[in-house]
């Protein structure tokens, strides 16, 4: 997850082993965020990765596409899930997966089951999903991670008048997030929107929009340039945004200032 931090005392250890169809699940780890569940797990072929992927392969490819859905406590989620994912040998992958479990109380004693709606294994895209369903019991209370929180207030307006106003910036040993409201949302054009700047100590900061919908949106600090450094007392942030292209294909990447500078005071956080 590019954290440096120890989650020793917010994870569930899980180590769950399923084989089916040449493909191997390892359901490694599972960490409590606040309003996201994140899931490691590793995927093993019977075939080299070369071999399943040929000249495309790359750490972004993954043959084994599964936990599309979610239950805790019996209750199904519709919510939406990004990750990323690289090859740790020739023939095994590792992911790490995040749903959005918006308001749902996960206090106290939790029954989950992770499910695949579909499952392409080694090209083959009629296996049976429901062959590598997983479900575990872990507590709430002992994977809640200690948040700090501060408010915000900040406005701005894309070209298309669609309004963000950032309401949350929240702490803890996974990362830093930003939550924001969205009002007069419009579906076209298509943007993406990225929170930039430096911290007090001129290292650069950005965080992305991990998820944007036509009433809230998430960023989370990108730690590409590293972790926050525990020393930061302020963030200065700026919004800029890129166009998606109305056809499809990639997006052009060149971002727009969409809003003026704002700073985020760390020594108020509670």
Same mark, same amino acid.
């Given at each position: ?128 999903? *429901? ?29 298309? *008048? ?36 430096? *911290? ?35 963030? $200065?942030? $700026? ?32």
């Amino acid at each position: 997850m590019g954290i440096q931090k120890n989650l020793d005392d917010y994870k569930t250890v899980i180590n769950k082993v399923i084989t089916n169809h040449g493909v191997t699940v390892q359901l490694n780890e599972v960490i409590l965020d606040g309003d996201e569940l994140t899931v490691s797990y590793n995927v093993t072929y019977d075939k080299k990765l070369s071999e399943i992927y040929g000249e495309n392969q790359s750490e972004d490819n993954e043959a084994w596409h599964g936990f599309n859905g979610i239950s805790i406590n019996s209750r199904e989620l519709n919510t939406g899930s990004g990750g990323g994912s690289r090859s740790v040998d020739d023939y095994t992958i590792q992911s790490v997966l995040t749903y959005d479990i918006g308001d749902l109380d996960l206090s106290g004693d939790l029954d989950i089951k992770l499910s695949c709606s579909s499952v392409e294994a080694n090209g083959d895209v009629n296996k049976k999903s *429901d062959k590598w369903g997983f479900e575990f019991k872990t507590n709430g209370d002992q994977l809640k991670i200690d948040t700090k929180e501060l408010s915000l207030n900040n406005k701005f307006t894309l070209e298309n *008048d669609t309004q963000y106003t950032l309401k949350k910036y929240t702490s803890n040993a996974v990362g830093q997030k930003i939550y924001a409201s969205v009002s007069n949302f419009k579906m076209e054009p298509t943007y993406n929107v990225d929170l930039k700047g430096t *911290d007090n100590l001129g290292n650069k900061v950005e965080f992305y929009a991990s998820h944007s919908s036509k009433d809230n949106a998430l960023f989370k600090i990108e730690n590409i340039y590293g972790n926050l450094n525990e020393n930061v007392k302020i963030l $200065t942030l $700026t919004p800029y945004v890129a166009k998606y292209p109305e056809q499809g294909g990639k997006m052009d990447g060149e971002y727009k200032q969409v809003g003026e500078p704002f700073t985020i005071e760390l020594a108020q956080l509670k």
